[in-house]
Each structure stands twice: as structure tokens, then as C-alpha cells.
């Protein structure tokens, strides 16, 4: 007797951000490309790793060594690196195999290999902030002049014009691009600031809520049911209520129902989010954008063979099943003289035959 074994997959097993108008996807076969708006394949997946773009150009792994193509998919700057970062004023952190990290323009070419840090970030802002030793972190400009050097437990690349810092205490505060305290050291927890607000935490996360860049609360959050809360992006955060992920506005109202299994945070107007039996990209209104179909399939043993067979439609399956049922009658037959009844055939349901990954990709949550 011969069991059917059904289950569904998707076309892609990982969905990234989108950026300029493009976002990574991963297929089944573990290769990275990337989709428009419209969810075509524009850049095939043929990458074995891929981030996002930045200024034009992204960085792509092919054969163990990082590279950059542009929008149209061709290479610009060859493969050589072993880590290879996003674009930011002209300028992206790199590394050679068993060199120093350091900044390389859009032609590859190493721009400055810096003085011995423990911590390179990326240009924000027209500012990187690099960690010397312990607890003491230097912010450079665009020249690799020294703009600002001082004691932090933790110091964070600019957004929206401030540096988020944690003092020897813990406590988050944040410094404008004078270097001066924005706003003190007061919060237990504090992010970076997205769209002129960042989410923080009081008095031991009984009180959590927005402050704006004069460190005035704007949007409070003390009582609500959240079980996880992001920044805002596209004028969005994400939220986690009973399980579900939705979204609220600035003013803490949820615009989007917390209805899905997963939602990763809006990037160029578009957020991915899933459910049971689907993938999407969704508007900041909640509107499916991008839908992805998913591919029917069943699975059978023939002796030390599996055939597997794949489909659009549920209905395109079981035709697909019986002509097998069928072709498979005629070989025992031929074979053995033996008929098969393909009423006695089994199907069965795979669970958890496949995963999708979320998202990949780096953004606050």
C-alpha cells in the first residue's frame, strides 16, 4: 500500500525589510535574492547570504567572500570581504580575512583602516562611534576626526540626531550632536529614536511610554496589555497582545488588529506579517499588498524512492495523485501481475514539514 504524505511550502522560507524599494527573500534551496514592491524577483536567488540595499549598492556573500551589487543585480564591487557592511555617508565597515575592520568607499577601496578599537559601528548621521578600550568610546566624523571622546557603559551610533548612552549606573540618557546631555540619564531602559520618539521604561517597567527628543513622555503606555511593544517606523509599532502581533499609532491606538502569528516592524511602508496559511506584506492601513501563493505537495515512498509531487491547487494535487496512483498501478502489473486499488491508497497530513523564517535582516524591534 502506498501513503500519500501532504503538506504545503512557500515559494520563499525567508522574507526581509524592505529598503529602497527592494527587500531579501530566501527560497528552499537556502539562496538569497531580492523582490520589488510588487513581490517579482528582480535580483534571482542565487546569493548565499544577502543584506539589505544602502545607497544604492548591497552586500552580497558569494563563494565564503562578501561583495556589492547594485539595483540591476551586477556586481561593482567583487567579492574579497570577509564581512561587508551597509552604506552610510558614502562609506561602509569591511574587513579582509585576517585584516583589520576599517571604512571602504563605493569602489571597494579602504578608505582608513582605524586605530585599534574593540568596536567599529557604521557611519549615522555623518558620526561612528567606536569603543577604545573598557569604558571608553570616541565618536569620529566623516574626516575620522575626533569629534568627541568620553567614559560610557554603553554608547549607541546616532538617530534622529541623538546618542543614546548608558552610564555606569544602567540608566539611558542621550546626547545631541554638541555632545551635550539632551536628555539625563533617567530611564531604567530607553531605545533609539525612530521618527523623534523612543521608547523607555520606569520604575522597573511598571511604566512604559514614548518620549520625545525634550525627554517628554507623548505617549503613555502604563496599563496596557502589551506583551511586547517596538519603535515606531512608518508611523507604526508593533505589539503583542495574547499572542497575536498587531500595531498601534502614535497616540497608542491599535489601527491594526493584533491578529497575526508573526509580524516583523514597517520599513518603506510595508511590514511582513503571517498567519496560519499565509505570507504578506501589509500597508499601514493593514491592507495585503504583497501575497505569496504556496505550492501543494505530497510525498510517497516507492521502495528506496521518494517522488514528490508539487502543485498551485488543491484540486491540481489530487489529479496529480491519482495520475500517479495510476502509473504506479501499471508498473506492478507489468512488473508482478499484481493490480493496486487506489481507493486503498492513504493520504496523511506532514505537520511541520516546513518553517518559514520571519525575517532576516537587522532593525530595532
Not at 542565487?46 to 565564503?64: D, I, P, T, Y
Not at 501589509?282 to 502543485?311: H, M, R, W
Request: hydrophobic fraction near 35%; charge should be negative; aromatic fraction near 14%.
Amino acid at each position: 500500500m502506498f501513503y500519500f504524505n501532504d503538506f504545503v511550502i512557500y515559494k520563499y522560507k525567508s522574507f526581509g525589510y524592505f529598503y529602497e524599494g527592494m527587500a531579501t527573500v530566501c527560497n528552499q534551496e537556502g539562496l538569497w535574492g531580492y523582490i520589488d514592491k510588487t513581490g517579482k524577483e528582480v535580483i534571482p536567488c542565487q546569493f548565499e547570504e544577502a543584506q539589505n540595499f544602502s545607497e544604492g549598492l548591497a552586500a552580497v556573500k558569494v563563494r565564503g567572500k562578501w561583495g556589492y551589487i547594485d539595483k540591476t543585480g551586477k556586481m561593482v564591487i567583487e567579492p574579497q570581504f570577509s564581512h561587508a557592511g551597509e552604506f552610510s555617508s558614502g562609506l561602509a565597515v569591511a574587513a579582509r580575512i585576517g585584516s583589520c575592520y576599517g571604512y571602504i568607499d563605493k569602489t571597494g577601496t579602504f578608505v582608513i583602516v582605524p586605530f585599534n578599537s574593540q568596536l567599529l559601528e557604521p557611519f549615522s548621521e555623518g558620526f561612528s562611534v567606536v569603543k577604545l578600550s573598557g569604558d571608553v568610546w570616541r565618536i569620529i566624523d566623516t574626516n575620522f576626526g575626533s569629534a568627541f571622546t568620553s567614559h560610557f557603559k554603553n554608547l549607541y551610533s546616532s538617530k534622529c540626531g541623538l546618542f543614546r548612552f548608558e552610564n555606569d549606573a544602567g540608566k539611558t540618557g542621550y546626547l545631541n550632536h554638541n555632545f551635550n546631555m539632551q536628555i539625563l540619564p533617567v530611564f531604567d531602559k530607553g531605545s533609539d529614536f525612530s521618527e523623534d520618539m523612543a521608547l523607555i521604561e520606569l520604575a522597573g517597567g511598571s511604566v512604559i511610554g514614548f518620549t520625545d527628543k525634550h525627554g517628554h513622555m507623548c505617549t503613555f503606555l502604563r496599563g496596557k496589555p502589551f506583551q511586547e511593544i517596538g519603535d515606531f517606523h512608518c508611523g507604526r509599532s508593533r505589539v503583542l497582545i495574547e499572542g497575536k502581533y498587531g500595531f498601534i499609532d502614535k497616540e497608542g491606538n491599535e489601527v491594526i488588529p493584533c491578529q497575526f502569528n508573526w509580524a516583523a516592524p514597517f520599513n518603506d511602508g510595508l511590514a511582513f506579517v503571517g498567519g496560519k496559511d499565509y505570507v504578506s506584506y501589509i500597508d499601514v492601513d493593514g491592507n495585503k499588498v504583497i501575497d505569496f501563493p504556496d505550492f501543494y505537495c505530497s510525498k510517497v515512498q516507492i521502495g528506496e524512492e521518494t517522488v514528490v509531487l508539487e502543485a498551485k491547487s488543491k484540486e491540481e494535487l489530487r489529479l496529480l495523485k491519482e495520475a500517479k496512483l495510476k502509473e504506479l498501478r501499471s508498473q506492478v502489473v507489468s512488473t508482478f501481475g499484481v493490480a493496486i486499488d487506489s481507493e486503498g491508497a492513504s493520504v496523511t497530513e506532514e505537520k511541520n514539514s516546513h518553517v518559514i523564517t520571519p525575517i532576516s535582516g537587522k532593525q530595532d524591534s
